[in-house]
């Protein structure tokens, strides 16, 4: 199925082709930057006019008189140096969005080429607890698996744990001394690991200020590989209560990873060795200060000499490239992915570059596999550095989300102090989450941002209170009316510019959305609900439903209903539950 500018984009590149002779023009069709100039715009007639170098304007004047319309294009108009203005037959529009309506699955309309996509997101290190600098990736990545799987393609989450290496040790070896201190009780280890942090930070503690501690913790690092059962017993402890706090986490974002998805570093550790022998066979490894590296040509440093990406170090050890390595060939030959996005701070980006290209050097993924890194930026506090509490100290994403839902339990209380008080709870927990990841998605995910209490919670701008808010409202006209029998019809009818600009925008929902599934900015998706409640405002005031006759009256309910479903798929895909009332 194509969407209405796929539609025009073939139609325009087929008419431009035909009428050139250039096989291999473009309508390149965009959305009209005025109302007054359409309501989509071809500029593909530029280029193909300096290319046989003949007057442009002429070009689009003979374009537009030989454009078969379809039902589609009511009129093309040539403007300016030469592009086309495109607008719309507002029947076709109305039809389509009835059709929306009896059928809002088709709001989305699935890729025309499904995919499996694996998407490795949230990722975060198992040894501390989870803190705000994993708030991006997990909720960026769980709105990109959405859009995926709304466009139907087969979605493969992979949440890849940073469950190995040094840091374990030192874990191990303060657990174990714990439960010799306080003489085997069971209790006070399993207290103490309740609070994740602390617990890391008295073992960081020792590890650094006891030398024998610290000589402890490497051999327990070395057995642990050596797959010691008491160790590793001892380390799944700690892994399942860190996990236990993720999921936590999880369950109040509405983040959709399972431990199905899990796929830990720690999986990877029998395909070490293998990785390492096929870089040899393959000739790729360089032994440098006796460490296994491999150099490629287009990894260099500021002086030019060439970058090592280390693989096994002269101890044996492996390192986070080795493990990205074995995960790459894992994704591509076992999973079958198509694709594979990495949804990782961007800060790691020289490390994707590197991984990528030493990947497709030695044959560990399918030529016809695409790896990407979806990188995102650092949430950064009011001093223009990365968030921090005000003693320096990493703020757990926990303790950040229950402190956006008690201020948003005071905004309510505030606003609305008649409530019941469950019902304060109920729209308070929406508000509070919901504030956090949208102000979060709204912004582009390759910058860095400020992060700002007053804005997100604000109920003005492009935020979730407003949003939120618009859903709200709109149900509580449709309830209104049902109350007086008046019912949404199932035709509509595009009588005054607001409800035909608001009927195309619901219509471009599903442009976005594949346009979504490719770049993964939902910032983009951010952008359109806040328009689209936009134009719903402006319709809402200048188009009278109650007072106008019943046809018409029908027809508006309908739009309105129609535009709540944009909303709803929309804040879904964001992974945001709107409330019906607020
Ligand atoms: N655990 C890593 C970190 O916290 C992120 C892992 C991202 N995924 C990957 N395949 N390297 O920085």
Known sequence: MLTIKECLEQILTQTLVEISGVSDAKGL????SRPEFGDYQANGVMAVARQLRQNPRELATKVV??????????RAE???PGFINLFLNTQMLATKAADCLAAPETLILPANRPQTIVVDYSSPNLAKEMHVGHLRGTI??????????ALGHCVIRQNHVGDWGTQFGMLIAHMNSLSADEGQNENAVASNLSDLEGFYRAAKQRFDAEPAFADEARAYVVKLQQGDPECLAAWQRFIDESLRHCEEVYELLSVSLRRSDLRAESFYNNDLPEIVKELSNKELLTESDGAQCVFLEEFTGKDGSPLPVIIQKSDGGYLYASTDLAAIRYRSDKLGADRVLYVVDARQSL????????ARAAGFVRQDCQLEHIAYGTMMGEDGKPFKTRSGDTVKLRELLDESVTRALNLVTEKNPQLADN???LISRTVGIAAVKYSDLSKNRTSDYIFDWSSMLSFEGNTAPYLLYAYARIQSVLRRLQEESVVPGRTIDLLVPEERTLAIKILQFAELVRQLGEDCYPNQLCLYLYEL???????YESCPIMKAGADVRASRLALAQLTAETLKKGLN?????????M
């Open 29 to 32: 069709v965009i959305y009209a």
């Open 65 to 74: 008189s030989a454009l078969k319309t379809d039902g589609l294009i009511e």
């Open 78 to 80: 040539v403007a300016g």
């Open 140 to 149: 960026i990545g769980d709105s990109i698996v959405r859009i995926l799987e």
């Open 351 to 358: 490390h994707f570059q590197q991984v990528f290209a030493v």
């Open 423 to 425: 019902e304060k709870q």
């Open 533 to 539: 409640s936009g134009l719903f405002m402006k319709f």
């Open 573 to 581: 895909l964001l992974g945001i539950e709107p409330l019906q009332r």
